[in-house]
Antibody
């Protein structure tokens, strides 16, 4: 059974850093693109970052240069290092697995989410 | 950048009725790049439809996706009380790489 479990969310001051983890089970993250999506307090879903099976990374313009997506393959875990955090980064962060269909991106499994609050 | 517009903002219907949700895109899309999700309060989004018309595993057949070009639809043929939720469409662009979600449609079952 595929499972994704996020951790690492916290209250952090503006300008601070945080690292989110997403422990995967039931499949190898080495074989699938993995993505972080966040949901703001207003409710909208925003794509944050994707890492492909080959390790290529992509970022939304709003986080480029501040966030870094990576994988710890030995632990089958997806990571998101977030630096220079801003109030507008406050959101629930979900990790998601891409579906099996190649050449497109949709997300067939999601974690339960990890809350990040940026506030002084 | 492709913009997704969902309508209506809220749909209030009775059990057994048919719901038609719209996702309009600012540019022509390949069907392969359009998906639909359901989200209930306190839960993560759940994949309903991918590649515009393919139902995800375990999704009841009362959910169906359709459309092409710039107009896509999610139809719930016979509403049940548990269908009360937010519904999002999602698109993928390859160059530059970008994933975009629509603003969502709220479905209330009276």
């Amino acid at each position: 059974e595929v499972r994704l479990l996020e951790s690492g969310g916290d209250l952090v001051q503006p300008g601070g850093s945080l690292r989110l983890s997403c422990a995967a089970s039931g499949f190898s993250i080495n074989n699938y693109p993995m993505t972080w999506v966040r949901q703001t307090p207003g409710g909208g879903l925003q794509w944050v970052s994707t890492i492909t099976a080959t390790g290529t990374t992509y970022y939304a313009d709003s986080v480029k240069g501040r966030f870094t997506i990576s994988r710890d393959l030995s632990k089958n875990t997806l990571l998101l290092q977030m630096n220079s955090l801003r109030a507008e980064d406050t959101a629930i962060y979900y990790c998601a697995k891409r579906g099996f269909l190649d050449l497109t991106y949709y997300f067939d499994y999601w974690g339960q989410g990890s809350m990040v609050t940026v506030s002084s | 950048e492709i913009v997704l517009t969902q309508s209506p903002g809220t749909l209030s219907l009775s059990p057994g009725e048919r719901a038609t949700l719209s996702c309009r895109t600012s540019q022509h899309l390949s069907r392969s790049f359009l998906a639909w999700y359901q989200q209930k309060p306190g839960q993560a989004p759940r994949l309903l439809v991918y590649a515009a018309v393919s139902r995800a595993t375990g999704i009841p057949d009362r959910f169906s996706g359709g459309g092409s070009g710039t107009d896509f639809t999610l139809t719930i043929s016979r509403l049940e009380p548990e269908d009360s939720a937010l519904y999002y469409c999602q698109h993928y662009e390859s160059s530059p790489f970008r994933v975009t979600f629509g603003p969502g449609t709220k479905v209330d079952i009276k």
